[in-house]
């Protein structure tokens, strides 16, 4: 089993959908979260961090669910500019921070 | 603000040939600094990481070697480059205790 999974899609999805992401993890005492974007041939870019409580930031929310371990990232209304990959990202003690393949996103006008 | 840096862009060597990939980080001290490796259609590989200068810790055994020889300054190097090192090389930097990671804009390596 990978340490993090994500469906890889694509979503295909309208200008103005609402587009959901799950993310699973193996191991349960992964203590930070993250979900970054990243456009085609460039590097990632650190989109939120995800805290045990939820967090929103405009469109964006993310969710962590430790019982069941796995995040979540919902995007309400997609824009255009919201096609990317969005990579999941676990990180235990020390420096070793795990990064799952992505899920690709293609906003449609 | 802090930049992170990156060069060259992209890079095309022969296998069997040495490589040499470059990171500064400017704007900052004492950056934790790591390198990943991203596959074609694949999630990033942590190759090594640095506390400090002189410190390198490897996280897979591979034909690469990396140093610090600078605060702000990591290299990603190889004395013979394989077909399978091959992906898009990143630098990323986080500072102390913060544990968002950013990254530099790459490089693009092919190997043929």
């Known amino acids: 089993r990978k340490e993090v999974e994500q469906d890889p899609g694509p979503f295909n999805v309208p200008e103005g959908a609402t587009v959901a992401f799950n993310c699973t993890y193996s191991?349960?005492?992964?203590?930070?979260f993250f979900w970054y974007r990243q456009d085609c041939r460039k590097e990632p870019k650190l989109l939120m961090s995800v805290y045990s409580s939820g967090n929103e930031d405009g469109r964006f929310t993310a969710q962590l669910n430790r019982a069941s371990q796995y995040i979540s990232l919902l995007i309400r209304d997609s824009k255009l500019s919201d096609s990317a990959t969005y990579l999941c990202v676990v990180k235990g003690g020390g420096f070793k921070t795990i990064f799952g393949a992505g899920t690709r996103l293609f906003v449609k006008a | 603000s802090q930049t992170i840096h990156q060069w060259p862009a992209t890079l095309v060597q022969p296998v069997g040939s040495p490589l040499s990939l470059e990171c500064t980080v400017e704007?900052?001290?004492?950056?934790?600094l790591y390198w990943y490796r991203q596959a074609a259609g694949r999630g990033l590989q942590l190759l090594f990481y640095s506390v400090g200068i002189g410190q390198i810790s490897s996280e897979v055994p591979q034909n690469l070697s990396a140093s610090r020889p600078q605060d702000r300054q990591f290299i990603l190097s190889s004395k013979k480059l394989l077909l399978s090192d091959s992906g898009f090389y990143l630098c990323a930097w986080t500072q102390g205790g913060e544990l968002e990671q950013y990254f530099g804009p790459g490089t693009r390596l092919t190997v043929t």
């Open positions: 191991n349960s005492a992964s203590q930070s």
């Open positions: 704007g900052t001290s004492n950056p934790n």
